[in-house]
């Protein structure tokens, strides 16, 4: 099974919506210049404003980058299906903090 595959099978909506909850009051700090630009880039709202608050403006170097988390993958290539996207937030909430 690929990275990929394995992070779909695991991917659990509740478990993500639980997870994104914790970033609402962070959220409404984040520099708006940053929000606009994921949103230009198709990151959609609830990745970017976890990436965003955890990880500032490196989120858009990170986000074309190749990570062996993703079997080499982009994350911005996850980000190209639903399904990828799913498999790309479980990915996140298994990010080490």
Do not use: H
Request: proline share 5%.
């Amino acid at each position: 099974m690929s990275m990929k595959g394995m992070y779909i099978s695991e991917f659990n909506q509740a478990s993500w919506d639980s997870f994104f909850e914790l970033f609402e009051e962070l959220g409404q700090k984040l520099d708006p210049a940053w929000v606009e630009r994921a949103r230009l880039q198709g990151i959609p709202e609830d990745i970017s404003r976890v990436l965003l608050c955890e990880m500032g403006e490196y989120t858009f170097k990170w986000i074309v980058k190749d990570i062996p988390a993703l079997g080499d993958q982009s994350p911005a290539t996850y980000l190209e299906t639903k399904e990828g996207a799913q498999a790309l937030r479980a990915a996140i909430m298994r990010m080490p903090r």
